[in-house]
C-alpha cells in the first residue's frame, strides 16, 4: 500500500506512546490518526507529532471508532486491553473491509493471561513450572480459558476475522512485565515494578509476597516498540513475514526473572539511597499485600512464563536493552523523586 492510513489507540499512554514513537519516526510518510480523549492530551500529541489527526473521543466512543476502523488500513489498539467496548468496536468496524481492502488489526494483550492457575488457586509467591510458547504452543495461547485475564477482549479480537479472513488480518501483541522510560508524549512509565518501588518507599521496609518464588518474563518498552514496528511493516507491506489470525500471537520478552530477586533488589536500591533504615525484606501474606496494593498479589506474586519465539525466528527480533534489574536503582530513584523523597 502507497502510504498507509494507521490508526491509533492509547497515544498517550505508556504501551501506545512508545509504539506511536517508533511508527512515526520509522515511517514519517504513514498518515496516522489517534484516539484522544481531551484537549490537553491532544496537544501534547500534536507537540510531538504535528502532522497527526486527531481524533476526539474515548474508548467508549463506539461509532467514532467503528468508522476509524473503517477507513483505515491498519490499526494498533494499545489502549486499556480489558476494555471490552472498544475492543468490540474495532471488531464491528474490521467488517467493513473486504479482501481487496483488508484491515490489519494489532492488538494489546498482557501475560497476566498466563497467571490464571495462581488466580484460581489462590496461590501467591511460589513458583509453577508452566511455560508457555507463541511458536509450536500458539493454539493453546489462542485457546486460554475463558476465566483468564484479558482473554474475553482477546476473543473479540480473535472473532474478528471469523466472517473472512481475507479481509480481516489480526495479531495479538502479548507483553509480560514492562519496564523503562517510554519516548511518548504522555506517560513515560510503567506499572509493577514502579508501584512495588513506591510501596517500600511509603512503608520504608522491603518486603516479599509470600516466599518470593514466582517468576514471570520481562521487557523493556522500547525492545517491545519494535515488536509492534515490525507487524505494522509486515501489514503495510500485506502481510510481509508476519504471520496472522490463527498464527497471529506475539509474546515479547527478554528473559525470565524471579519476583523474589526484584523484591529483595528495590529494598538495596533503596537503602543504599538513604529513603529506608534496612535492606531487609519481610515476608507478606496475601491479605497484607492486598493492603499494600489492591492487585499486589496479581502484579508481583503470580507467576507469567511465555517465551517469545515468533517474532525473534520471523523478524530477527531482539531486544537490546537492560534488564529490569539493572534499572531498579534508577526506577526506585524515579519514585522517590514522584514523592518528595529526593
Partial sequence: MASPRVFITGATGYIGGDGLYAVANAHPNWQLSALVRSKDKAAQVTAQYPKI??????????????????????????ADCDHVASATAIAKGAQHHTRERPVWIIHTSGTGILTVEDQRAHSYGIERPKEYNDWDGVSELL????????????EI????????????????????????????????????????????????????????????????VQDLSNVYLALGEAAAAGGGKAT?????????????????????????AAF???????????????????????????AWGTNSRGHAIRARKLFGWEPKQPKLIDLIPSIVELEAKGMGLL
Wanted: proline content about 6%.
Fill in 244 to 268: 496472522w489470525n490463527e498464527e497471529g500471537y506475539y509474546l515479547a520478552e527478554d528473559g525470565p526473572f524471579v519476583w523474589g530477586d526484584i523484591q529483595r533488589a528495590v529494598a538495596q
Fill in 53 to 78: 489527526r486527531v481524533v476526539h473521543g474515548d474508548l467508549n466512543s463506539a461509532d467514532l471508532i467503528e468508522e476509524e476502523v473503517k477507513n483505515a488500513d491498519i490499526v494498533f489498539h494499545f
Fill in 272 to 298: 543504599e539511597k538513604k529513603l529506608i533504615p534496612s535492606p531487609e525484606v519481610e515476608q507478606l501474606n496475601d491479605a497484607q499485600v492486598t493492603e499494600v496494593l489492591s492487585v499486589g498479589v496479581y
Fill in 157 to 220: 479480537i480473535i472473532g474478528a476475522n471469523k466472517q473472512d479472513p481475507t479481509a480481516v488480518k489480526t495479531a495479538i501483541v502479548c507483553p509480560p512485565a514492562i519496564y523503562g522510560p517510554g519516548r511518548g508524549p504522555g506517560n513515560q512509565k510503567s506499572f509493577q515494578a514502579y508501584h512495588l518501588s513506591a510501596a517500600v518507599l511509603k512503608r520504608k521496609k522491603g518486603f516479599l509476597v509470600g516466599p518470593g518464588q514466582n517468576v514471570w518474563h520481562q521487557v523493556h
Fill in 143 to 154: 485457546n486460554l480459558p475463558a476465566d483468564a485475564f484479558h482473554r474475553n477482549v482477546d
